[in-house]
């Protein structure tokens, strides 16, 4: 391993420690975990916590892989055409939680380090990531925080980062297929390469140490909201939105199925429970249509 | 439009007539339609009954298309590598029934009849389709039953005709990250055109016209069984599986998501309601167990 595969795998193990033990607390259920091997290479430590009085579910990954791409991934995965060494290696942690409460949102995270080759290359070697908040009510104070404090961590790195992500965010969870965002979006990047790998891990970092400043103070204000049959409903049909994303459109998804990543841990961000009417309208002027209408026109949350 | 457009045009606004009516009068509960306009060129009539006595979900669809295809579409559809008109024309029926009782089975049925350009060129014209079935709990009767009465429509036309699109089904309807079949498979086949247009066309209604005595003496044995919660729980379980084959492997899915075909009737395919347990596991010797040993290890129904 490189020195940076190491770096990265121990700062996504100490993440991990960190969100699922004030995840948990925040829950009252603790996380279970398991660990297993890649029989490509490598494995990876899931910790799920389902069934919780917040959560119907959250699953927190790390992944440290390696394996041979296709000719057509790499291509796809880019970093340049012509790839005679095939071989990658991969650490990242992601996670996906999803609250009982319809006013509280699905958040996913996630932050990754890639190497093609022995990473020595120009444009072998990249960071990845960010986070995402998906609710299916709009507070618009809840959207402005989560990506205030992004913003912030950002912005220590350079003040164009933030606004890139955060249009990259927008454009990435897109259902094309619905013409609306996932959520209200937050930060993304990928192939970031652009400065020294020092820099790019530091402002990794950063991001990552975001993630419960950004998701915590949402979830104690929304987590014991009352909340009608009809509104619960709404989240169900918000939920199966999220399954067409990550099953049509999300590339890591795909990425994972496609390298015989395992089944379980990829597919943990699903939601345990979805909904699927035909042609669901939701009425004009409600709270439903008013989410509807900023998944369909994405806002500015920070000046 | 050309002559055959037109007859399949007909036969399967006529099997969809047939089909909703029978399936309406088992249920309860009618069938409300609605037509559409696809901005690209054609439309359809949407058949749909939701929230029924004995279906949770059914829907079944025809539409009579035209449009362009990209490249990359008209090569991945087969029918030859040299493609200069990119226009084509579609008609077909598609259905897919999710019963509320866990007993009984989810159905898939579909045949279309395709043409690029005017449909004389060699390979630019071809039938399609097929049907199958998706049980929680395996009937072996069942399996047998509907097996059987494709096998006759199918022996009408050649005894080569079944064991080969009995396999292509067992092929095509398979979860390769589950490494499991959909169901208990039935007949698929595609790009059919190796006899003359009305010799192809015959078979396509001989099947089609199977359907509903395929699956409605199904029905009547299982539609008002006594079932238990955790039942229930396994079926929304494989509810999740349904929606993980439509959405990751079926090719007519991302066709008419990639075609800008109309959402709401690409996934009026999907059930109402499923669900994902992480890591969910089945007991030994269960019933659930029998049903997934013969999704691994997919049977010859008919001797």
Redesign the interface.
Known sequence: MSEMLEQMSEYVHDLQDRITTTIGELDGVSFKE?SWERPGGGGGRSR?L?DGNVFE?A?VGVSVVHGQLSPEAAIEMGGGQEIKDLSFKAVGLSLVMHPRNPMAPTVHCNYRYFERGDGSEPGSWWFGGGADLTPSYLFEEDAEHFHKVHKEACDKHGEDLYPRFKKWCDEYFYL???QEARGIGGIFFDNFNERSPEECFAFAKDCGDTFLPAYVPVMERRKDMEFTEEEHLWQ?IRR?RY??FN??WDRGTKFG?RTNGR??S???S??????????HEVEEGSREAQMLDVLKHPREWVK
Chains 1, 2 share one sequence.
Not at 270 to 279: G, Q, S
Request: hydrophobic content about 40%.
């Open positions: 398991d799920v389902q579910k699953g094309g297929h619905r169900q199966g399954v067409e099953l049509v199925l089944t379980e990829i597919l943990m699903l939601p345990v429970t979805a909904r699927w009417e035909y042609c």
